[in-house]
């Protein structure tokens, strides 16, 4: 079955430090993936996606995420967390339909 | 930059009453789409729209359900006969092109929808 997981519900960690975010998907096709943030009432923003080609991807607010075929992950990472990037972030992954397929989300808290 | 906006923010309605939610995608993406996000659950897709019709829908985009773009901006997502089931947030999406492109899928704030 096509699914993603995000095993990390809630993350907390202090401004400056680093972050990971953790993604793992089942999908039959070659995965198209993503990486979406959602601030309290805002909508979907694109972080970052990857297609093909390079595994490492880049992507706004300094974010990166690498695509690891043999582990069937896709982690989020920033060196260095900002306040505002408390937020909560989606992993997704589409590819051989129209339908993007959601994971359940990890919501991120900054402590200053 | 472009972007796809969605009204209300905030609708409620009474049970059993139809409901139709707005969108408004990017000017030149030729796919929009629905999903849904129950409270405390994942994104859903609903549907996919190109060329007038329906792309691909899911288990859930039943006979309750319908959509249309009856203009050359908005795309609506109609719900019938509405059910308490059924308040969630409506995101809509558009894209250049469809899901099996590398263009991705660009979401609207969404619209709250509290049936009562």
């Known amino acids: 079955a096509q699914s993603v997981t995000q095993p990390d519900i809630h993350i907390t960690v202090s401004e400056g430090a680093s972050l990971e975010l953790r993604c793992n998907y089942s999908y039959g096709a070659t995965p198209y993936l993503f990486w979406y943030v959602q601030s309290p009432g805002q909508g979907l923003q694109l972080l970052l996606k990857y297609f093909s080609g390079d595994t490492l991807v880049q992507g706004i607010k300094g974010f990166e995420a690498e695509f690891k075929r043999s582990q069937s992950s896709f982690n989020l990472r920033k060196p260095s967390v900002h306040w505002s990037d408390a937020a909560e972030y989606f992993c997704a992954v589409g590819g051989d339909t129209d339908k993007l397929i959601f994971g359940t989300g990890t919501r991120l808290q900054v402590f200053p | 930059e472009p972007e796809v906006t969605q009204t209300p923010s905030h609708q409620v309605t009474q049970m059993g009453q139809e409901v139709i939610l707005r969108c408004v995608p990017i000017?030149?993406?030729?796919?929009f789409y629905w999903y849904r996000q129950i409270l405390g659950q994942k994104v859903e897709f609903l549907v996919s729209?190109?060329?007038?019709?329906?792309?691909?829908k899911s288990e859930i985009f039943d006979d309750q359900f319908s959509v249309e773009r009856p203009d050359g901006s908005n795309f609506t997502l109609k719900i019938r006969s509405t059910k308490l089931e059924d308040s969630a947030m409506y995101f809509c999406a558009s894209s250049l092109q469809g899901g099996r492109s590398n263009q991705p899928q660009h979401f609207g704030d969404g619209t709250r929808l509290s049936i009562l």
């Open positions: 729209f190109y060329n007038n019709e329906i792309s691909e």
């Open positions: 000017s030149n993406h030729l796919y």
